[in-house]
Structures are given as structure tokens and as C-alpha cells.
């Protein structure tokens, strides 16, 4: 029964970049020179916190020429236990603008199609083709035009695609550690075949040597950086928008939006304009929520971190109907014809019953036997409502084996306890990447315990449970309420 059940992974560094590219003709640019001189004194001496980076105020300074910042602007830069962040520059009401960026500072699949590189990008996945913007324009340094922008990203984040292998030796055993090697795999090889196909033969428009951790630090930004929800913009990346760091305190996700607005002095255009969720003091710092849905292995994965809300900790499932099966295709049929497919995954998450699905899929792979017969035709369009429920005790009684096995295996590959590891915490001063080890682990362990005792629960009871042909006898009359058969009598 190996088959019947597998568990696998749910999905599928960096290097400092050198600023300066001779390759690039230089075009001095007097008038935002000159501005800058005398914002820069402004800026340092009224504005931002002294203790903000120098690149961090120059970006200021530059959101200011170019006409996204103004006096009225309720939020500035700061440094704060996230990195930099947004910070209140007066009281901010709940659901109050505190930024908008025109759509001509956005960095998106269109822009790029507009760029120099436009046309060798065409055919290329929209995040590739964002990648290599920015990575072209890290390298022009001072001949870019986003250099202020780009100047202020970090070289890289705690995301587990830049851990180390000691690092990843404390997320042995866990889902996250396959995935985190799974999307390794995938950026190398894109990374390769775009070496191939468009930086090397494009000598010129790449006349720089573009590194697979470059390729990493531009997959990096862009999972912790661009937004993806707004309205026909698949990926996007926003300057000044995308300082904003999350909150669990902040439950809602409607605090970005695209509307029409003034984009200059005579310009109208598509702003991105985003809210503060929560009502705010002079001060504090504004937060959002990047992704209710995501669990603590896609946070930490995308932005590297995770939340101690055990919410987030998930585990998935993946079932298969295996091809050896000899019921294979008509299972496939009913599982298709329920939206379903031959490998199917359920995120279970810590706390939440069972997800939709899950039962009927398993009690269908185990299908067999004498139960066999929900397979036949005559009952395809009845038989996902039959699985709802207990089939017949073996059918029952194997889910149950099959998913204690698997959870017994999955929890043999941790090298280390539930016990162990809270006392690691207790014991505090630990890295950003340790504590975050120790919290996906312990996650994934907590959710596998809980499944288990799910399935151990439900094995406990496989005697007094109900099963198909009991339902079916009392669905005819044919079952008395205390489960007596009732025998026809002639009256
Ligand atoms: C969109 S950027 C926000 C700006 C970022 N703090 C910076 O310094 O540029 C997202 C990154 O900020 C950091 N971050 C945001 N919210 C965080 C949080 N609640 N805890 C820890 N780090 C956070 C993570 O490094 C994440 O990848």
C-alpha cells in the first residue's frame, strides 16, 4: 500500500552586485543632481531619522523629485526590527491613503516590454523577464534610472532559498526543506536556460557577467517584494510601496488598490494607491497583511520569516491513485469528475478539521474488494456522496493504518522532539534562521501529531460507525432503530 499514500513535498546566494557598469554611456542628468543637493539637506536635517541609511535617503529624496512624496505624504522611512519600514509622520486614520505611485514607477512584465529589453523578454515567463530588469539595472548603477530605488534593496532576506547547508541542516526532515530544494532547482535551471537563450547571445545588452546568485537575488526580491493582486497585474513591484512590512495584528488583505488619479502636474493615470489597514499614532509604524492563506513554510520561504500564530503551521498531503491499482481508470473518472486529478494535495492546517475532499479521496484510493462494486458505472454519479461517509470497515480501517503509517514515517525524519525543541526556545537567543528552524519544524510535527490522532480516534470507533450497506438497509426500511433487521411479515 506504499503507493496508496505518499507524503512530498507541497511545491515547487546572493552575491553583492557591482553598481557601477562602464559599458553604459553616461548621460549626466544636472537637473536631478541639483535637486538632490538641496533636498538632501532638507531631508537629513528635518526629515527622516539620521539613523536611516544614507541610500534611504537619497531613495527619499528621489520619491520627493519625482513627485511621490509631498508635504501631505503621512508616512516616511524608517529602520525598524523588519529592516526599513513605513512609519507614521502624523495620526493616520484606518483605511487612510498613505501612499500612491503612479503606474509609470511600476515594474511589471509591461514595463519591461517597453524597455530596452523588451524585445528579447517577450517570450520569457513574466518574472523572468522582471528578474532581468532589475538585474540590468543594478548593473548600470548610476546610469539607471532606478538607481535610488535599487540602492535600497536588501542583498538578500532570511529566506531559506539563501540558507546555508549547515542552515538547512536544522529543517531536516521537514516539508520546507523539500520545497526549499525543489524551487533551488527550478531557479538554477531557469537561471541556465535564460544564460543560454538571452544573456549570452545578447552580449550587448547584458555586457556584464550575470552570476546564478545574482539570478537568486533578483528571485528573492521579487518573491518578498512584488505585489500580485492588483487588477491585471500579475507581478508588480512598486518603489516606496513595497517598504511596508506585515502584521499578524492586521487580518484584512484590501489595503492595495489601482485607481485613476493625478500623476503629475498635468498628467492622469493609474495610481497604486494603498491604505493603512489600522488607525495609527504619530510614530507607530504602519503594517499590512501580505497573505492570510499562506502557511509558515511559504512565509518563510517567500519572505523569511514566520509568525508563532500556530494558524500558519500546515502539513500537505498528497494522495495518489497509483497506476498499478486495478481499478486505476474508473477511480481516476470519479476523481476527476470531482475535481480532483490522480495526485492530489491537502493542506491540512493545525487547529482546522480535515480539508473538503480528503476522506472521500482516501476511502476511493483504498477502494477494493467487496466494496469494490461503487466502482461500476451505474453508481458514477452517486458514489462521491456514498464516500462521504465510512464505506465499510476494511475500507475504513486501511485509511486509517495508511495515514498513521505515513504520519509515523513523516515524524521519524525530524531529528529532533516537540520536547526538544521548545526547550530550545525557552532557552532565547537564538538566530532569526535558528528560531525559525525550530518554528517550522515544531509546526509541521504539531500538524502530523494532530492528523494521527484524528485517524487514531476514528480507528478507535470503527465498530460503532455506520457504514454503506447499514445506511443503505435503513435507507430501503429494512433496519429497525436499534439496528435489528425487520423482516417482511404478510399482514
Ligand atoms: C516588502 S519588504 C518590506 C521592506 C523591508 N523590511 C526592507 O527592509 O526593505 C518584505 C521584507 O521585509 C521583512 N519583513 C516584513 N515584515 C516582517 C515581519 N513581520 N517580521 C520580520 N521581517 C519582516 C522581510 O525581510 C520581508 O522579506
Redesign the pocket.
Known amino acids: 500500500m506504499a503507493s496508496l499514500f505518499t507524503i512530498s513535498p507541497s511545491t515547487p546566494s546572493s552575491s553583492i552586485l557591482k553598481t557601477h557598469f562602464p559599458f553604459f554611456k553616461t548621460k549626466p542628468s544636472f537637473r536631478r543632481l541639483k535637486k538632490r543637493s538641496f533636498f538632501v539637506n532638507a531631508v537629513l536635517t528635518t526629515e527622516i531619522d539620521p539613523n536611516v541609511p544614507q541610500t534611504v535617503h537619497r531613495f527619499w529624496e528621489w520619491l520627493k523629485d519625482e513627485g511621490m512624496v509631498s508635504g501631505k505624504t503621512p508616512v516616511k522611512p524608517g529602520v525598524v526590527p523588519?529592516?526599513?519600514?513605513l512609519v507614521a509622520t502624523r495620526d493616520i486614520g484606518r483605511n487612510e491613503v498613505v501612499l500612491e505611485v503612479p503606474r509609470k514607477f511600476w515594474i511589471n512584465p509591461d514595463a519591461v516590454a517597453t524597455s530596452e529589453i523588451g524585445s528579447i523578454c517577450s517570450g520569457l515567463k513574466p518574472w523572468i523577464s522582471v528578474a532581468l530588469f532589475l538585474l540590468r539595472e543594478k548593473f548600470k548603477g548610476e546610469e539607471s534610472k532606478w538607481k535610488y530605488y535599487i540602492d535600497?534593496f536588501?542583498e538578500g532576506?532570511?529566506s531559506t532559498i539563501y540558507w546555508s547547508e549547515e542552515e538547512l541542516l536544522e529543517i531536516q526532515g521537514t516539508q520546507l526543506l523539500s520545497t526549499t530544494l525543489g524551487v533551488k532547482e527550478y531557479v538554477q535551471n531557469e537561471f541556465r536556460r535564460v544564460e543560454e537563450e538571452v544573456i549570452l547571445p545578447n552580449k550587448k545588452l547584458f555586457p556584464f557577467p550575470l552570476t546564478m546568485d545574482d539570478f537568486f537575488w533578483a528571485f528573492g526580491i521579487l518573491r518578498?517584494?512584488a505585489f500580485s493582486r492588483l487588477r491585471n497585474q500579475n507581478l508588480v513591484v512598486i518603489p516606496f510601496a513595497?517598504?511596508?512590512?506585515?502584521?499578524s495584528k492586521v487580518t484584512t488583505e484590501d489595503h492595495a488598490h489601482e485607481v485613476r488619479g493625478p500623476a503629475g502636474l498635468f498628467s492622469w493615470d493609474y495610481l497604486f494607491q494603498l491604505r493603512s489597514p489600522l488607525s495609527l499614532k504619530a510614530g507607530e509604524q504602519v503594517f499590512i497583511q501580505y497573505d492570510l492563506n499562506k502557511s509558515n513554510a511559504d512565509m518563510a520561504l517567500d519572505?523569511?520569516?514566520i509568525e508563532s500564530n500556530p494558524d500558519r503551521d500546515a502539513f500537505t498531503l498528497t494522495l495518489e491513485i497509483s497506476e498499478s491499482d486495478e481499478f486505476f481508470a474508473d477511480k481516476l473518472d470519479i476523481a476527476e469528475v470531482n475535481g480532483f486529478g490522480e495526485t492530489a494535495y491537502f493542506d491540512i492546517k493545525y487547529g482546522q478539521s480535515l480539508p473538503t475532499g480528503l476522506l472521500q479521496y482516501l476511502r476511493l484510493v483504498a477502494l477494493g474488494g467487496t466494496d469494490a462494486f461503487l466502482l461500476e458505472s451505474i453508481f458514477r454519479n452517486s458514489v462521491w456522496g456514498f464516500l462521504e461517509l465510512p464505506v465499510s470497515r476494511a475500507n475504513e480501517e486501511l485509511i486509517c493504518k495508511v495515514v498513521r503509517n505515513a504520519c509515523k514515517s513523516a515524524l521519524s525524519g525530524y531529528h529532533t522532539t516537540i520536547e526538544g525543541d521548545e526547550k530550545l526556545k525557552e532557552k532565547g537567543n537564538l538566530s532569526p534562521r535558528l528560531e525559525m528552524a525550530i518554528g517550522i519544524r515544531t509546526g509541521e510535527k504539531k500538524v502530523l501529531q494532530q492528523i494521527d490522532d484524528v485517524f487514531k480516534d476514528r480507528e478507535s470507533e470503527l465498530d460503532t460507525l455506520e457504514y454503506y450497506q447499514e445506511r443503505r438497509l435503513k435507507d430501503l426500511g429494512l433496519v429497525g432503530e436499534q439496528g435489528d433487521i425487520i423482516f417482511w411479515e404478510p399482514k
Open positions: 523588519e529592516g526599513l519600514g535600497v536588501p532576506t532570511n518578498s517584494r513595497d517598504l511596508i512590512n506585515h502584521s519572505y523569511g520569516f
